[in-house]
C-alpha cells in the first residue's frame, strides 16, 4: 500500500519536472554587443541573481565594426572577440543556444524551439538587425555571389570567395558601402560602385563632403556611378556573370555586394502576446522601456525618439548600442538613476576610403535659426551647424580624426563655442583643455559669487535644449488586454517624465560642488577631474584662482605646481611619497623638455 | 621662456570616466596595436579594453604596460578618434594604485 503511495507522489514529481519553467531574473535575447553590455552591467548591480543570454548565433559576442578589417585579413578571427574567451562564464552570465519563438507577456516567459519555455523577470530584446539585400523580385537576385556582407558568416564567405572575384559591384550609398570597396580594392579586384542618389551618404554629409569622400575612393581606383540603380543580374549556370543597371548597362562582374541597409529584427514583436509598440524598430523611450512592462530592448533593434526631429528612429551603430545596453543593463538591475544620463546626439565616426569622417548632432540642419560654417582649408573640410553660440552640428572630413568624443560632448552639454569657433573651424581644435577651461570659468565665476548657487546654472551651459529625455512609449490599450496590464503603467509612466526634470538640476549641483574638491575621483565625465587649480595658477586671466587666494596658496602648493609631471599632469596623486620625491628633484632644475613635451607645446601654441 | 616650455596637463591626458566612455566607443579594430612599436606579445584588443578598466590584470597585459613609452603612435591610426595613450596610462596607474588588487594569480 505504501509503496503505491510512493509511486504516485513519484509520478507527480515527475509530471512537475517535466513542465518545469526554467527562471531567470534577467532575460536577455541576443548575444551582440548590446546583450552582452547589458548582462555585464546587470551583473554589476544583481551579484547573485541568475543572467541569461538566449541566442542562436553560433559564436561569441564579436567587434562587428573590426569585421571590416577581417575582410582585409588584418585581423584573425580570434581577434574580432569583443570581450575575453570565457568572459560570460566569469560573469556566471548562462548562455542559451536557442531561438526565442514567442513572448509571454502576461505569465512573462519566452518560449524557445523545441517548445522549451523560459520564465522572466525583465526581459531585454536586444536582436540587432539583418540586411535588407536585394528585392525578392529583382531577376537573378538569388545567384549564386550575390551576398550581403552583415554576420561573420558572410565575411568567411567573401573571404573564401576571393580567389575566383576578378570584377565585383557593390550597391549601395552608405558607409559601409564604401568599406566594402576599399576591402575589394585592397584584394585587387575591379569594383563598380552603384549608389542610387547624387551623393555618398545623402542623409549625413552635403556635397562637398561626399565630393571629397569619393574623389578619395575613384583615387584609389573604384569605378564610381552615382544615380544608378540595378535592374537585375545576369547569371550563368547559376552563379553571377554580370549586373544590368538602369542605363541599361551590362558590368560584368562575378561577385554583387548589396549594402544598402539594415532593418531591426522585429520579428518577436509580431509573437508577443501583448501588442507592441513597433514601427521601424521597437518604440522605447529614453530608458529603454518598451510598451510593455519588464520588456526593454536596445541595440540596433530599438528605436528611440529624435529629440529634434520628435520621430523614432534606431542608431544601428557600435556606441549607440554599448550606451544602451549598458542602459538596459542598469534598469533591469533596478538602478533607474544610472540609467539617467541620456546618449545624447548621434555620433558617427568612420573611415571612407582613406579618410576619416565625423558627425556629430546635426550638421545639415538648414532651419532659420542655424547658421552654418564650413572650412576647406588644410586638406580637409569641416562643417559646423551653430544656434547662438552654441554647437549643434559638426561635420569633418579629412586625414585626421579629431576628438571626435569630446565634441560629441560640447554639443551635449550645449558649451559655448565662442572662443573656439576658429579652432573647430580649422579642425585643430583642443578639445580637453577647452573643456577644463570651461569648468574653471564656472568655478571661477561661482568663487567671485557671479554665480550664487553652486550649479543652479552651470555657467548657463548646463540645461542643454533637446536631450533625449523622451516621455515613455504609450502601451497599445486594447479592451482584452488592459486587464492583463494593471493601472500601474499609465499613472507611472505619466508621473514619470515631470520627476525627471526636476531631478536634472540637482544631480548637476551635485557634481559641481565636488569641483571644489581639487582630487576627487569621478565627477563628471568630460570635464571633471582636471587640476585646473594646480596648471593655471600662473596664468592670472585664464585661471580659476583670483589674485588674493593666489597670494595665500601656501608654499606647499608652490612647490607642487613645479613639479607636476608631464605625464602626470591631471591623474590623481599617487602617493604621497612619490610626491615627496618629485619635490626633491624639482629643487634644483625645471622641467626638462622631452621631444614629446616639445611637440606638445607646439602643437599647443 | 618658462611659460612656453611647461606644458599644459590638461591637455596631455584623458580623465577615468572619459577613458571608460572611449573604451565604450572602441569598436576593436586593432589598429592601434598595429601601430605599437611596443608591443612585443599578442594582445588582443578585448583583453586590453577588459583590463583597463576594471579587474585583475594579465602577466601580459603588465609587461605590455610598462613597455609603453606614451610614444602616441597608436592614436592617429585610430578610425573612430580615440586616445589608446590615454588608456594605457591608465593602466599604468592601476598598475601603481594596487598591485595586490590588480595581478592575477599565477
Redesign the interface.
Known amino acids: 500500500m505504501s509503496s503505491r503511495k510512493d509511486r504516485a507522489v513519484a509520478r507527480v514529481q515527475v509530471n512537475h519536472s517535466e513542465c518545469y519553467l526554467d527562471k531567470a531574473d534577467v532575460v536577455i535575447i541576443g548575444n551582440g554587443i548590446a546583450g552582452l553590455a547589458a548582462a555585464i552591467e546587470a551583473r554589476r548591480h544583481l551579484p547573485g541573481r541568475p543572467i541569461v543570454i538566449i541566442t542562436d548565433q553560433p559564436h561569441p559576442t564579436i567587434n562587428t565594426p573590426a569585421l571590416k578589417q577581417f575582410a582585409i585579413a588584418k585581423l584573425t578571427r580570434e581577434q574580432l572577440l569583443a570581450y575575453p574567451a570565457g568572459t560570460e562564464r566569469a560573469e556566471r552570465i548562462h548562455v542559451v543556444d536557442a531561438h526565442v519563438e514567442e513572448i509571454e507577456a502576461q505569465s512573462k516567459y519566452v518560449g524557445l524551439s523545441g517548445n522549451r519555455c523560459f520564465g522572466y523577470d525583465s526581459l531585454l530584446i536586444a536582436t540587432g538587425s539583418s540586411p535588407v539585400g536585394l528585392p525578392e523580385q529583382m531577376p537573378g537576385h538569388s545567384f549564386d555571389g550575390v551576398m550581403t556582407l552583415h554576420r561573420l558568416e558572410d565575411y568567411l564567405d567573401f573571404r573564401r570567395r576571393l580567389a575566383e572575384v576578378r570584377d565585383a559591384v557593390v550597391i549601395g550609398g552608405g558607409a559601409h558601402a564604401c568599406e566594402t570597396v576599399m576591402a575589394l580594392l585592397y584584394w585587387g579586384i575591379r569594383v563598380h560602385w552603384l549608389i542610387r542618389s547624387k551623393t555618398f551618404m545623402a542623409r549625413m554629409l552635403d556635397q562637398v563632403a561626399s565630393e571629397m569622400v569619393l574623389n578619395n575612393v575613384r583615387r584609389a581606383g573604384a569605378i564610381i556611378h552615382t544615380e544608378t540603380e540595378i535592374k537585375g543580374i545576369v547569371g550563368r549556370v547559376g552563379a553571377v556573370a554580370g549586373a544590368i543597371t538602369n542605363h541599361n548597362q551590362l558590368i560584368p562582374c562575378q561577385l554583387v555586394l548589396t549594402c544598402t541597409g539594415t532593418r531591426p529584427m522585429g520579428t518577436l514583436t509580431q509573437h508577443c502576446s501583448v501588442p507592441m509598440q513597433y514601427k521601424n524598430g521597437i518604440l522605447v523611450d529614453g530608458k529603454l522601456r518598451t510598451s510593455v512592462r519588464d520588456i526593454y530592448a536596445a541595440g540596433d533593434v530599438a528605436a528611440l525618439r529624435n529629440p529634434h526631429t520628435g520621430l523614432y528612429e534606431t542608431r544601428a551603430q557600435w556606441y549607440a548600442a554599448v550606451a544602451q545596453g549598458r542602459i538596459a543593463g542598469a534598469m533591469m538591475g533596478g538602478h533607474d538613476e544610472l540609467a539617467r544620463q541620456p546618449l545624447g546626439v548621434p555620433w558617427h565616426a568612420t573611415q571612407v576610403g582613406e579618410l576619416s569622417m565625423l558627425t556629430v548632432g546635426e550638421p545639415l540642419n538648414e532651419d532659420n535659426e542655424v547658421m552654418i560654417l564650413t572650412d576647406s582649408s588644410q586638406g580637409g573640410y569641416r562643417r559646423l551647424a551653430i544656434v547662438d553660440n552654441r554647437l549643434v552640428g559638426y561635420l569633418s572630413v579629412g586625414t585626421t580624426q579629431p576628438d571626435s568624443l569630446a565634441i560629441k560632448h560640447i554639443i551635449d552639454e550645449g558649451h559655448s563655442i565662442r572662443d573656439v569657433l576658429n579652432a573647430l573651424l580649422k579642425g585643430n581644435f583642443d578639445a580637453r583643455r577647452y573643456l577644463s577651461q570651461q569648468k574653471s570659468h564656472a568655478v571661477k565665476k561661482w568663487i567671485t559669487g557671479q554665480l550664487l548657487v553652486p550649479g543652479s546654472e552651470l555657467n548657463g551651459t548646463a540645461r542643454t535644449p533637446g536631450l533625449p529625455e523622451t516621455d515613455p512609449v504609450v502601451p497599445v490599450l486594447t479592451t482584452s488586454q488592459t486587464n492583463a496590464l494593471p493601472a500601474k503603467t499609465s499613472a507611472e509612466h505619466v508621473s514619470r517624465p515631470l520627476e525627471e526634470q526636476l531631478n536634472t538640476i540637482p544631480t548637476i549641483s551635485n557634481q559641481f560642488k565636488e569641483q571644489s574638491v581639487i582630487y576627487e575621483e569621478e565627477p563628471s565625465p568630460f570635464t571633471g577631474n582636471l587640476p585646473v587649480v594646480f596648471g593655471q595658477k600662473r596664468d592670472i586671466d585664464g585661471c580659476l584662482f583670483l589674485k588674493e587666494d593666489v597670494e595665500n596658496i601656501p608654499e606647499e602648493a608652490e612647490l607642487f605646481i613645479e613639479d607636476i609631471g608631464p605625464f602626470s599632469g591631471n591623474l590623481p596623486a599617487i602617493s604621497d611619497r612619490v610626491i615627496e620625491s618629485q619635490k626633491q628633484s624639482a629643487k634644483g632644475q625645471t622641467i626638462r623638455p622631452t621631444r614629446k613635451l616639445l611637440t606638445y607645446v607646439e602643437n599647443g601654441a | 621662456m618658462?611659460?612656453?616650455?611647461?606644458?599644459?596637463?590638461?591637455?596631455?591626458?584623458?580623465?577615468?570616466?572619459?577613458v571608460?566612455?572611449?573604451i565604450?566607443?572602441c569598436?576593436?579594430?586593432?589598429?592601434c596595436l598595429?601601430a605599437c612599436p611596443a608591443l612585443a606579445e599578442p594582445i588582443?584588443?578585448?583583453?586590453l579594453n577588459?583590463e583597463t578598466i576594471a579587474g585583475p590584470i594579465s602577466a601580459s597585459v603588465e609587461r605590455f604596460t610598462h613597455a609603453c613609452y606614451?610614444?602616441?603612435a597608436c592614436v592617429?591610426p585610430?578610425?573612430?578618434?580615440?586616445?589608446r595613450d590615454a588608456m594605457m596610462?591608465w593602466l599604468k596607474?592601476r598598475l601603481?594604485?594596487d598591485p595586490k588588487e590588480v595581478h592575477m594569480e599565477r
Do not use: W, Y
Open positions: 618658462f611659460k612656453m616650455l611647461k606644458p599644459n596637463p590638461v591637455i596631455l591626458h584623458k580623465t577615468k570616466p572619459q571608460e566612455l572611449e565604450q566607443a569598436i576593436g579594430c586593432n589598429e598595429l588582443t584588443i578585448d583583453v577588459r606614451q610614444c602616441g592617429s585610430c578610425p573612430v578618434g580615440l586616445h596610462m596607474v601603481l594604485k
